[in-house]
Nanobody, 127 residues
Framework: QMQLVESGGGLVQAGGSLTLSCAANTASGRAFSTYTMGWFRRAPGKEREFVAG????????YYRDNMKDRFTISRDNAKNTLYLRIDSLKPEDTAVYYC?????????????????WGQGTQVTVSS
């Protein structure tokens, strides 16, 4: 089973930028590039929501409708790592950010399709 570990969260001032990383341990043998990856977040008192996803080859990023301008998802398959850059951070971006992996391609943002999850990384944006 693949394991995912997020990093890069922290306390940031509004207007700043942050890049989150998600390192994949694919000791099971299946290549990282065969997984569609996604970022989700859970704000205090709210349900987990989809942020962005990307195909295995990295050529097809897709975003939640209201997140296309400030969020950029990317991946480096040679490093088995997924990234999420967030620009112009707002206090409402404060949340725990999770990466997830699913073993088929599709732009569906349904979290139940994701088989593997990381433990999350906290992002706190101060005003």
């Amino acid at each position: 089973q693949m394991q995912l570990v997020e990093s890069g969260g922290g306390l940031v001032q509004a207007g700043g930028s942050l890049t989150l990383s998600c390192a994949a341990n694919t000791a099971s043998g299946r290549a990282f590039s065969t997984y569609t990856m996604g970022w989700f977040r859970r704000a205090p008192g709210k349900e987990r929501e989809f942020v962005a996803g990307i195909s295995g080859n990295g050529r097809n990023p897709y975003y939640r409708d209201n997140m296309k301008d400030r969020f950029t998802i990317s991946r480096d398959n040679a490093k088995n790592t997924l990234y999420l850059r967030i620009d112009s951070l707002k206090p409402e971006d404060t949340a725990v950010y999770y990466c997830g992996a699913k073993n088929f391609w599709g732009r569906n943002s349904d979290s139940t399709e994701y088989l593997v999850w990381g433990q999350g990384t906290q992002v706190t944006v101060s005003s």
